[in-house]
């Protein structure tokens, strides 16, 4: 004889399972997947931008995503590479200002990410003959409140152009943001040194194997360079990544970028960063938002600064 199953037993057992779903569904949506998608067709005539990232957690921290709104004002055409997997939930706070993602382990740190979406966009047919092309990363929080001054600024008679230059081997131009011409990037020596980007063991080696060489490379084809924060005007400061000067390049040179390895070990930092938190939270409040937002989720002992 079949027993009938009680109004509170069902009821029991229906909760058990819708809470087995909704745990399911959160679950997936925070999974970390390998991704290879086309979000919308590049615009025609506008410029592009490839855009290198990675995070440990497969997630996007909110000052990439204040980036990623500045950069498409100036780049409607943004490919997103980023050096590891990615939270399904992640996906959807990116899309909108993409036209494409590529999330997967590559080890090659940002330069495999440069060649990636740059032969992407080639293939795509998006880079055009009146368009710029623009390398951009994650090492740097946005701190200027829009992209276009900057973009106004490149000399008219620079093929390529960045916000800082280094002296640390040779003079070179800081591939956090960098900017090219047509007469550039459509060169077959361009494509060439880009799909010539490996594996290397750590990112010091990267940086001295690809953005190094990169300005004597294209000033040896005849190319001309330009940054917005002239060198020259920064002797004053005497060690060669002027970045190690964060207070003074934001307060005195405008700089638009605050790289996020001030709050590490990784940058020799010769300005007490108690005055960039506090510089940041007067003069730039968005940026300051994202950086503690940032720096808490990664749980760093820098904020213990922030006074």
Not at 184 to 195: G, I, P, Q, R
Request: charged letters at 25%.
């Amino acid at each position: 004889m079949r027993v009938p199953m009680s109004h509170n037993l069902r009821h029991i057992l229906y909760s058990l399972l819708l809470i087995s779903f909704i745990l399911h569904m959160v679950m997936s949506y925070r999974a970390e997947i390998t991704v290879k998608e086309d979000f919308k067709q590049c615009l025609p005539d506008e410029n592009s931008a490839v855009f290198a990232a990675y995070s440990a957690d497969g997630t996007v921290s909110d000052y990439v995503i204040t980036y990623l709104k500045a950069l498409k004002e100036v780049a409607p055409n943004i490919v997103f590479i980023t050096d590891n997997p990615i939270r399904r939930a992640d996906i959807d706070k990116i899309s909108p200002y993409i036209v494409r993602l590529e999330a997967q382990r590559h080890g090659e740190y940002d330069w495999g990410s440069y060649k990636r979406g740059y032969n992407w966009l080639k293939e795509n047919n998006c880079l055009k003959p009146n368009s710029k092309l623009i390398f951009a990363n994650d090492s740097s929080l946005l701190v200027a409140e829009s992209l276009k001054p900057i973009m106004s600024a490149m000399p008219e008679d620079a093929d390529f152009y960045g916000i800082t230059a280094n002296q640390d081997g040779i003079y070179h131009l800081q591939s956090y943001f960098l900017v090219f011409n047509p007469k550039v990037y459509n060169t077959a020596e361009f494509a060439d040194y880009l799909n010539n980007v490996k594996p290397q063991k750590d990112g010091l080696t990267v940086a001295y194997s690809y953005e190094v060489p990169l300005t004597a490379y294209l000033e040896g084809l005849g190319f001309k360079s330009g940054t917005y924060i002239p060198y020259e005007e920064l002797s004053a400061l005497p060690l060669n990544d002027k970045n190690c000067y964060p207070l003074t390049m934001l307060s005195k040179y405008h700089a638009p970028f605050l790289k996020m390895r001030t709050f590490t070990n990784r940058l020799d930092v010769q300005e007490p960063r108690r005055l960039v938190f506090q510089w940041l939270k007067k003069n730039a409040p968005l940026a300051y938002k994202d950086l503690i937002k940032h720096l808490k989720k990664i749980n760093s002992p820098y904020l213990e600064e922030n006074r």
